[in-house]
């Protein structure tokens, strides 16, 4: 039976770091005020120039460069954003263009800060049923776009980044479960109300913000997340305790703890990146995953949880050994 295995990882961050002390000229907040309610110290924004496109070839490259295979060698990209270069071609096209690759099925996918968990298990299932060998998912993002930059209860939130792993077929098992939620029920909790069918005026305008309703969304959040990390437990037959790391997204280091808690994990045996990135949705998991391969945190071995929650609401797990 073929199993799919994450054989590299990469990430870039762009050079540009926004910190706390800069936010406090831009808006009334403390470093004080972020720092306990969100675990922020600094996020990295992109430079005008670049696109979320230019931040998944640097992370696709090195990713690409860890797993020891060259380009034309991947055979599916899948590329999780919210925040895509243009309409269309899809962000995964123009990455596929940039890597010199031709012919192989290229797609965007878009859930939010779920969209890397959702990405990895679509790539599995292409993988496990023969369609791909070596697949590229990449989450990336240029979130600095679609922040409402006078908004002091979301511009202190967000940071663009993107991360890359290489997922190839393999006779060990890498990727033991996946598990896809959505409640679409939830959609006026974190939003951004505009786009092209809804109407462009608003893009044009440079009005299309990201609203969140901060409080709701956590509680939410919180919740679910214990719930999912339950569910995943009980598909392999684990304990908490048989996890050795949880790759959480990097959304608010409170939602972090409280997962870490309800597994009764330690957390150092969490991966947490919030502090330097802040929440760059698609792209937070891939680059808390390998900020942590690349430190030897993670080992060739290790059984990994991945889980993710955002707007949709739209959440998952990835449950891998690595
Ligand atoms: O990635 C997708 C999922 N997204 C999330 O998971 C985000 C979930 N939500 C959160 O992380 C938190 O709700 C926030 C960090 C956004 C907010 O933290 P909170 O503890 O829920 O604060 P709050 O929204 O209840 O606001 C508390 C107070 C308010 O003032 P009043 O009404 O109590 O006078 C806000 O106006 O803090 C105020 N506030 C701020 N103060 C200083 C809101 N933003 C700021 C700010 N600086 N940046």
Redesign the pocket.
């Known amino acids: 039976m073929t199993h799919s295995q994450v054989i590299g990882t990469g990430g870039y961050l762009p050079e540009k770091v926004l910190t706390n002390a800069e936010l406090e000229t831009m ?4 470093d004080a ?2 720092f306990e ?2 675990g922020i110290r600094e996020r990295h924004i992109a430079a005008p120039e670049q696109t979320t496109c230019d931040l998944a070839e640097a992370a696709a490259r090195r990713a690409i460069e860890a797993a020891g295979i060259s380009a034309p060698d991947i055979d599916l990209i899948i590329v999780a954003t919210t925040t895509p270069d243009q309409v269309f071609p899809s962000t995964a096209c123009l990455l596929q263009q940039r890597l010199g690759i031709q012919g192989c099925a290229a797609f965007d996918l878009q859930a ?2 779920t969209g890397f968990v959702y990405a990895l298990d679509v790539a599995d299932k292409f993988i496990r049923t023969g369609s791909a060998r070596h697949a590229l998912v990449v989450g990336a993002e240029t979130l600095s776009r679609i922040i409402d930059w006078s908004d ?2 979301t511009c ?2 967000f940071g663009d980044g993107a991360g890359a792993v290489v997922l190839s077929a393999s006779d060990k098992p890498g990727i033991l479960s996946s598990h896809l939620h959505a409640d679409g029920r939830y959609e006026p909790l ?1 939003t951004v109300p505009a786009g092209i069918s809804r109407g462009y005026d608003k893009v044009q305008a440079g009005q299309a913000f990201i609203h ?1 309703q ?2 709701e ?2 509680k939410v ?1 919180v919740n679910t997340l214990g719930g999912l990390v339950d569910e995943t437990m009980q598909a392999n037959g684990l304990q908490r305790s048989d996890v050795d790391w949880l790759v959480p ?1 990097q ?2 280091y ?2 972090i703890e409280a997962t870490a808690k309800k597994m009764s994990l330690p957390m150092d045996r969490v991966v947490v990146t919030v502090q330097e990135h802040g ?1 760059t ?1 698609a792209a937070s998991i891939p680059l808390a995953f390998d900020v942590a391969v690349r430190d030897g945190r993670i080992q060739r071995g290790d059984t990994v949880l991945l889980e993710a ?3 949709g609401f739209t959440w998952g797990s990835v449950l891998l050994n690595y």
């Open positions: 808006v009334e907040t403390s005020w972020i309610r969100t939010v800060c002091r209860g202190v939130l974190l969140m901060g409080r969304v956590f959040a997204h959304a608010n409170r939602i929440n949705s929650f955002g707007a």
